[in-house]
């Protein structure tokens, strides 16, 4: 059974800091990795990293993936109030059905 | 920019009675999706379609539920005889490709069974 774990659970930081998300997965038939971010409703896509090694980069916002370690990473830096939300990994298979992992949850305070 | 539209935004229905959700997907794409997030737990695959056929089926998707494109725009799920168990927000996603593309998420409908 594919799994998708996420650490840590919550965060709290400061407008400014730089915070580091984590997902390791063991899944099956594995065909990309996706990063999504929930404030009150839709989760909204950030990354979708297929290739070990290269960093996707949004902004403030970068992840990488690990394909031998099996995990990511998604960066925020210089974080603001408007980055406080669920911040969600999952992985696609070959089924196109995603599994995603518990979400860490982010606050960013003034 | 497109985006996944669904309705209702919330739902309250007694236990035991049939509901449809609704959703439009973004226009051009051609693989679409279910899935739920029970308060407070992981958002969960239920289903997927495509060329009007369900591809693949989550455990949960079991006889109760039903997926169908009755016309060219709207993608719905039935839930047949609701359960308690069912109260959740379900989500629809849709993409143009599968696989290579993500999914993008509708906002939602909170359903909650009485």
């Known amino acids: 059974e594919d799994k998708v774990v996420q650490s840590p659970l919550s965060l709290v930081v400061h407008e400014g800091d730089t915070v580091t998300l984590n997902c390791s997965y063991e899944?099956?038939?594995?065909?990309?990795l996706l990063w999504y971010k929930q404030e009150k409703k839709a989760p909204t896509f950030l990354f979708m990293l297929?290739?070990?090694?290269i960093e996707k980069k949004s902004g403030r916002l970068s992840s990488i993936l690990d394909k031998k370690e099996l995990f990511s990473i998604l960066n925020i830096t210089a974080t603001q109030t408007g980055d406080s939300a669920v911040y969600l990994c999952?992985?696609?298979?070959?089924?196109?059905?995603?599994?995603f992992g518990g979400g860490t949850r982010l606050m960013v305070k003034p | 920019e497109p985006e996944v539209t669904q309705t209702p935004s919330h739902q309250v229905t007694q236990m035991g009675q049939e509901v449809i959700l609704r959703c439009v997907p973004i226009?051009?794409?051609?693989?679409f999706y279910w899935y739920r997030q029970i308060l407070g737990q992981k958002v969960e695959f239920l289903v997927s379609?495509?060329?009007?056929?369900?591809?693949?089926k989550s455990e949960i998707f079991d006889d109760q539920f039903s997926v169908e494109r009755p016309d060219g725009s709207n993608f719905t799920l039935k839930i047949r005889s609701t359960k308690l168990e069912d109260s959740a927000m379900y989500f629809c996603?849709?993409?143009?490709?599968?696989?290579?593309?993500?999914?993008?998420f509708g906002d939602g409908t909170r359903l909650s069974i009485l």
């Open positions: 996603a849709s993409t143009w490709v599968r696989e290579k593309q993500p999914q993008h």
């Open positions: 297929t290739s070990s090694g």
């Open positions: 899944v099956t038939n594995f065909r990309s």
């Open positions: 226009s051009n794409h051609l693989y």
């Open positions: 999952a992985n696609n298979n070959a089924g196109n059905m995603l599994t």
């Open positions: 379609f495509y060329n009007n056929e369900i591809s693949e």
